[in-house]
């Protein structure tokens, strides 16, 4: 956290895109600070229990706060749980564990993006049209250095 806190802004906030893993990791402090809660308890407890991840493996900065955006490893069952909590608009089974507005909300363009992540940006959520077969549709994705780590098409569910 102070790492990110102590760097220098290189244009003014909303001039331009610049994806930051650093500012994700900001909102990790922000849900432990805001909760009373870790960000692994808060998760555990709010997301990851309800729709059955089972052990995960987070790492925590120098200051202990568990890292956002970055070093949060899961199974690949575990990924695709999530996947279709996002792809059914938050609802698991009959509870709705994310709020469906916030679903939309966050893998809805709100930048152009850029070179590095290869699409738009949401909130948290890379966006773009991919060709499968003969026509574009629309995705989001989680990327993580240099790959896409999950792409959800939910056009087609």
């Given at each position: 956290?102070?790492?990110?806190?102590?760097?220098?802004?290189?244009?003014e906030?909303g001039?331009?895109?610049?994806?930051?893993?650093?500012a994700?990791?900001?909102?990790?402090?922000i849900?432990?600070?805001?909760?009373?809660?870790?960000?692994?308890?808060?998760a555990?407890?709010?997301?990851?229990?309800?729709?059955?991840?089972?052990?995960?493996?987070?790492?925590?900065?120098?200051?202990?706060?568990?890292?956002?955006?970055?070093?949060?490893?899961?199974?690949?069952?575990d990924?695709?749980?999530?996947?279709?909590?996002?792809?059914?608009?938050?609802?698991?089974?009959?509870?709705?564990?994310i709020p469906?507005?916030?679903?939309?909300?966050?893998t809805?363009?709100?930048?152009?993006?850029?070179?590095?992540?290869?699409?738009q940006?949401?909130?948290?959520?890379?966006?773009?049209?991919?060709?499968?077969?003969?026509?574009?549709?629309?995705?989001?994705?989680?990327?993580?250095?240099?790959a896409?780590?999950?792409?959800?098409?939910?056009?087609?569910?």
């Amino acid at each position: 956290m102070e790492f990110v806190l102590g760097r220098r802004l290189l244009e003014e906030p909303g001039a331009s895109f610049n994806y930051n893993t650093g500012a994700s990791h900001l909102l990790s402090v922000i849900i432990t600070r805001a909760t009373g809660q870790d960000t692994y308890s808060f998760a555990r407890e709010n997301l990851f229990s309800p729709i059955g991840i089972g052990e995960v493996e987070w790492r925590t900065d120098p200051q202990g706060y568990y890292a956002g955006g970055t070093d949060l490893w899961m199974c690949a069952e575990d990924l695709a749980r999530f996947g279709l909590l996002y792809l059914h608009n938050g609802r698991w089974d009959e509870e709705q564990i994310i709020p469906a507005d916030w679903v939309e909300l966050s893998t809805t363009s709100h930048s152009k993006g850029s070179r590095i992540g290869g699409g738009q940006y949401g909130f948290q959520w890379w966006t773009t049209s991919l060709l499968v077969g003969t026509e574009f549709v629309e995705c989001f994705y989680g990327w993580a250095l240099r790959a896409s780590i999950s792409t959800w098409f939910p056009n087609m569910i």
